[in-house]
Each structure stands twice: as C-alpha cells, then as structure tokens.
C-alpha cells in the first residue's frame, strides 16, 4: 500500500496533537495581541483630548544638548511627527513588531509546553504496543499530580492487570481442561491394553473391563455437561424476572436434603424474605452447586447452614451456605471459584467432584451483577455468599 492509499479520505494530511496545541498557543497569543492592539488603536484616536505640539527643526538649538548626548557617528534624520495621524500609524508599526516577536514567541513556548503535556501520552501509547504484542506485565505507573492523563494512566494499569490475570486463568483453564480430559483417555487405553494382552481374558474380565469403561466415560459426560453449563453462564442473556430467593433455597435444600442425610450431615436454614431480579433457572443452578460442594468436602456428621437476607443499607440479597470440613488455605481460597481447582488442589482423583461447581456460581453470580466471596471457617470449612442487587426486584 502506497503513502497516498494510507492518507485519509479528504486528502490532506493531518497535524500532529502537538502541532495542533503549539499552533493553538500562537493563534491564542496572536488574537490577544490584535485585541489589545485595537483597543489600544481605538482609545488612542477617539477617547482622549490632547493637543499635539511639536518644536520644529529650525528651532534646534545644539547649545541645549550636553555635550555627552551628541553623537560622533554624524548626523542623523530625526523623526518628524507632525499629526496625531503619526503617532498612531508609529504605535501601529510598533505594536506590529511586539506582536510578531509574541506570536514566535508563543509558538516556541507553546512546542514546548505540547511537548510536556503529550509526553505521558507517548508513555502509555509504548505500554499499548508492548501489550498488542502480548506482553502485559508492562505498566505505565505514571507519577505527578492527581490529573486526567494520571487517571488515564491509572485506567490503563488497571485494564492491563485485568487483561493479564484474564489470560492467565484462560492458559490455566486450557492447561487443566486437556489434563482433565486427556486422562480418563489414557486410563480406558491402558484398562484397554491390559485386557487384550491378557489372552486368557474371559467373559467377566471383559464385562468388567466394559462397566469400568462406562463410569469413566460417564465422568468425562459430568465434565462435558459442567463446561457447558459455564459456557451458558458466562453468556447468559436471558429476560430476567423477580424471583423470590425464599422458594429458590427451599428447592434447592430439597433436592439435596437425601444426599445429606445419606453422609450424617445437619442442613439449617434461616430463611428472610428476599427478592432479586434474575433468572430463577440459573439461581437455583448456582445454589444446588454450593450445596453440592458443601456435601463433597465436608466431614461425617458435619454440618451445612444455608441463609438468605436482605440488607436495607445496599439493597441487596445476600445467600449465604456455609460448611464444616477440612480447613481451607488462604492461598487456595483465591483460586477454589477457577475452573478445575478443587479443596486440595487439581486432582484427577475419581469421586472428587469435576473442579467446576465453584466456578459455575461465580459464572452465574456475575451474569447477575453479583459478588461471590469465599472464606475459611477459624476451625475448617468453608462460607460462600452471594451477594445480588435487589433495588430492582420491588
């Protein structure tokens, strides 16, 4: 592509922002000079009444001039001003001479002072290309006065952290998703391998051989159906209505009420009143998930509380489920709602769960402009709640 293809439409090429403010500067200089050269021109023909006298050159006397006034140099012309007409056409020339040494004077100053302002813009325009290249670790980290290029600066830091903790926990999520899925594979190739080297191998062996395969295949359609569900979270768009948090927990608990009982857990429910505005189906999708964590990673005859209530102060509806179990690091707190992150860490421990429960519950809490927050019990466990906005659902 030639130069001519690359320039605008128009055809002309457009000046730099700093030639732009050192020619604001000057034009700026320029019309405040005119301005006051007119008024000065106007005041000077029109308001004042003053008669003008002038000595004329016959009338010089060389006696009257001290001899360290006269000039060697020889003789010189002197101005003649006869008229008021005179003396405004030499304030005129005068003021036109101030003006053009302004105006130059303005647009070197002006350069200059362009030059300052725009100088953390190029800072951030070099972060920008560094982070198109996919290096996002570089920061502008701007100092000086609390000003809009700052708070720009500041915003763009911010936008670069977000983006690089976006693509680490994209490469984790890939990373752990292959592992995930690339075992159970290799587990049905061995089990797979061992029986035909077998060729002894009977028909029980090979009905054995086939259920295990059907459990491991049925725990790659649990993770399959789980990624899906956090696709759909992730991009829920869906009309939402007012939805009573009193019916959805009860539904939720109810469903789950057996398999609690099954492992000797106590499941208590303080219940308020509350209403959000949101999509009933997912609501009651991200509860059933807490619950079932609860369930997992708990201990015998444990204990789950689960608890809704409104806070007038921030208008929200906050859920709350909160488990007894093993005692939770504060490192692995930050990582449990990623996907595939399980208590202990990413495992491919059969019977632990698929890693995706937590991270659908994040997914579905941000669909609804909500906010997850995860802590550690004093003597184990963990609390989860859910925090919605409510203002909306009245």
């Not at 789950?256 to 009651?284: M, N, S």
Request: proline residues 4%; negative net charge; hydrophobic residues 45%.
């Amino acid at each position: 592509m030639t130069t001519r293809e690359q320039r605008p439409a128009s055809g002309r090429r457009r000046l730099t922002i700093r030639m732009r403010l050192c020619a604001s500067y000057a034009g700026l200089v320029a019309v405040c000079g005119i301005v006051f050269i007119a008024l000065l021109y106007l005041y000077m023909r029109y308001v004042p009444n003053y008669e003008l006298q002038i000595r004329h050159a016959t009338e010089f006397d060389p006696a009257m001039v001290p001899d360290s006034d006269i000039i060697e140099s020889g003789p010189t012309q002197p101005l003649e001003i006869r008229t008021a007409d005179d003396v405004l056409d030499n304030i005129l020339l005068a003021s036109a001479a101030a003006l053009a040494v302004l105006v130059i004077l303005g647009g070197v100053l002006g350069w200059v002072m362009a030059g300052r302002i725009i100088r953390p813009l190029a800072t951030i325009n070099t972060a920008a290309s560094r982070a198109a290249t996919g290096r996002l670790n570089h920061r502008v980290s701007m100092d000086g006065p609390r000003d809009e290029i700052r708070d720009l600066s500041e915003t763009f830091d911010r936008m670069l952290s977000s983006l690089e903790q976006s693509f680490e926990a994209q490469q984790r999520f890939a990373a752990n998703a292959s592992h995930e899925l690339r075992s159970p594979l290799t587990t049905v190739k061995t089990m797979i391998d061992v029986t035909l080297a077998d060729p002894e191998a009977n028909a029980r062996e090979l009905r054995s051989l086939a259920e295990r395969i059907r459990d491991v295949n049925q725990s790659n359609i649990d993770i399959i159906e789980a990624l899906l569900d956090l696709a759909g979270a992730s991009s829920a768009l869906h009309s939402w209505e007012a939805v009573n948090l009193t019916e959805t927990v009860a539904a939720a608990v109810a469903a789950h009420e057996d398999e609690a009982r099954e492992t000797g857990l106590i499941v208590t429910t303080r219940i308020e009143d509350a209403w959000v505005r949101g999509d009933p189906i997912l609501l009651r999708h991200a509860l059933s998930n807490l619950l079932r964590n609860a369930i997992q990673y708990n201990r015998r005859d444990g204990w789950i509380t689960v608890t809704t209530a409104y806070d007038p102060v921030s208008k929200s509806a906050l859920i709350t489920v909160a488990n007894s179990g093993p005692i939770v690091s504060a490192g692995a707190i930050e990582q449990l709602s990623e996907p595939f992150f399980r208590g202990s860490g990413r495992t491919v421990t059969r019977g632990e769960g698929h890693g995706l429960g937590l991270a659908i519950v994040r997914a579905i809490t941000d669909a609804h402009n909500g906010t997850l927050s995860l802590t550690s019990g004093q003597d184990g466990g963990l609390t989860a709640e859910i925090r919605l906005d409510a203002s909306a659902a009245w």
